[in-house]
Nanobody, 124 residues
Framework: QVQLVESGGGLVQAGGSLRLSCAAS????????MGWFRQAPGKEREFVAG????????SYADSVKGRFTISRDNAKNTVNLQMNSLKAEDTAVYYC?????????????????WGQGTQVTVSS
């Protein structure tokens, strides 16, 4: 069982930066692939970034490549999402997710555990 708690959301102007953090409970955090998803009003939940356990391979949605960076600290049971050059279209609720399998996937229903979400609002 893994419990996830996100933090770091807020209001920022376009072009600014935010850093989201996800704190995970459970001793086996290092064996989970972690992902960040987001959901804007009226839209489906979409994959943003993922990082696998072991070699920490990363994957990003095309819309955030070069602007967002995902990282993990297995000793602290945390996964972070550094978001730079934010745009108004990045406005959404951001969710941290974990899956017990070793590969990064973009389908939200392939993840086993979810946080409660944190709001990110980018003003233009």
């Amino acid at each position: 069982q893994v419990q996830l708690v996100e933090s770091g959301g807020g209001l920022v102007q376009a072009g600014g930066s935010l850093r989201l953090s996800c704190a995970a409970s459970g001793r086996t955090f290092s064996f989970y692939t972690m992902g960040w998803f987001r959901q804007a009003p009226g839209k489906e939940r979409e994959f943003v970034a993922g990082i696998r356990f072991g070699d920490s391979t990363t994957s990003y949605a095309d819309s955030v490549k070069g602007r967002f960076t995902i990282s993990r600290d297995n000793a602290k049971n945390t996964v972070n999402l550094q978001m730079n050059s934010l745009k108004a279209e990045d406005t959404a609720v951001y969710y941290c997710a974990a899956r017990r399998r070793p590969f990064i996937v973009t389908a939200w229903d392939d993840y086993d555990y979810w946080g409660q979400g944190t709001q990110v609002t980018v003003s233009s």
